[in-house]
């Protein structure tokens, strides 16, 4: 992948669904050329698919953070299923270090999100955590 095929994917990045003219445009390229690379870019497995952004994937639940998460034992699977049960709870993510587990939560207030990390802490097994709040989130190759 050069340097032409990393912009064609970070402009992708931006807007998903911008036409092949419009990236041609804005990359100083042919349609042609766009269209062939996208299509090689895709059959090599490099663009795996297009998404969507909706607006409640931004503002349903304003109130996001990482929770971080110790467990005692070799019950992290017990503990991940647990964590998986709780509404707000999002994702769980197995990790190295001082963590063994990272919750993504999100909820609509900061009561709510009070109250999920005290049923986490209620889980047999966690004996400590952290939490961060997300105040912004900048995706890979997102513009103002």
Excluded: Y
Aim: charged content about 25%; aromatic content about 2%; hydrophobic content about 45%.
């Amino acid at each position: 992948m050069d340097d032409t095929d990393q912009s064609l994917i970070a402009a992708l990045r931006r807007d998903g669904r911008a036409s092949l003219s419009d990236l041609a445009g804005s990359l100083g390229l042919a349609r042609a050329t766009v269209r062939a690379r996208l299509e090689r870019l895709q059959a090599a497995g490099e663009v795996m698919g297009f998404t969507v952004l909706t607006r409640g994937d931004v503002s349903a639940l304003p109130v996001r953070a990482l929770m971080m998460i110790a467990i005692e034992g070799r019950g992290a699977e017990k503990t991940m299923a647990r964590l998986a049960g709780i509404p707000a709870v999002q994702a769980v993510h197995s990790t190295n270090g001082r963590w063994d587990l990272i919750a993504e939560i999100g909820t609509a207030t900061l009561p709510e999100l009070d109250e999920v990390m005290f049923r986490v802490r209620d889980i047999d097994g966690v004996v400590t955590s952290e939490t961060n709040l997300l105040l912004s989130t900048r995706r890979a190759g997102a513009r103002k």
